[in-house]
């Protein structure tokens, strides 16, 4: 894995994070007459070169929407199969992303993970944390919705001891609570397959994220469509809610 020398950086620079919504696995299997497991063991492939393109075009941060808090309400197979294949990627990716200088972060609800995923997961971050040349933030058992409810139970706890004045309470302090306290809000949020929502994905951090929805399922996403979204990306006006004037 990512053992060629990177491709020449485009002329315009890249967004410094890019967040992905992986869609489509499911119905690229179907089309082929292959159980939804085929499609997911195709769609870790895509993983892989998501990652090492945006590696290779400088982009800081790629965060994946790997599993969200709906998909526990999937069948129990298709759940059981879906731990399989990320203790595989724990397993057998962390040293290539050791390797080529890639940290791992993973946000999400690690409580309704298993035991031997969650001391995976704390090993890969620790043996990754100095790592510069890419943050890749993997989104388990994460709802956006549940993220903030989460955080606003948490400063109302503090509230509640004494250490927080609510009045002291604004945008910084509430993003401080977050699964993402240290990380910059997606430049640019990418979802495939067609489906032009966010589903629950980083809800507050995309407040003013450029959107790109692609027709191609994620098993299919390469280089191309990645830099295609990079081109759309810088093709769009960004006010941040301010006016033309």
Known sequence: MMEAAASPVPALPPPTHVAIIMDGNGRWAKARGLPR????KRGAEAVRRAVETARELGVSYLTLYAFSAENWKRPA?????????????????????????????????????????????????????????????????????????????????????????PDDIDETLFSANLFTADI?????????????????FLL???????????????????????????????GRDRRFGLTSG
């Open 37 to 40: 497991t085929a499609g997911h």
């Open 204 to 234: 507050w951090q995309c407040a003013y994220s450029e959107l790109v929805f692609l027709d191609v399922l994620w098993p299919d996403f390469d280089r191309a469509d990645f830099e295609a979204a990079i081109r759309t990306f810088h």
């Open 77 to 165: 197979g298709e759940v059981t199969d879906l731990m399989g294949l990320l203790r595989l990627y724990l397993r057998n990716e962390v040293k290539a992303l050791h390797k080529n200088g890639i940290r791992l972060r993973v946000i999400g609800d690690r409580s309704r993970l298993g035991d031997d995923i969650v001391a995976l997961i704390e090993e890969s971050e620790a043996k990754t944390a100095g790592n510069t040349a890419l943050t890749l933030v993997l989104a388990l058992s994460y709802g956006g919705r549940q993220e903030i409810v989460a955080a606003v139970r948490h400063l109302a706890g503090q509230v509640r001891a004494g250490a927080v004045d």
């Open 184 to 200: 910059p809000d997606p430049d640019l949020v990418i979802r495939t397959s067609g489906e032009q929502r966010i589903s629950n």
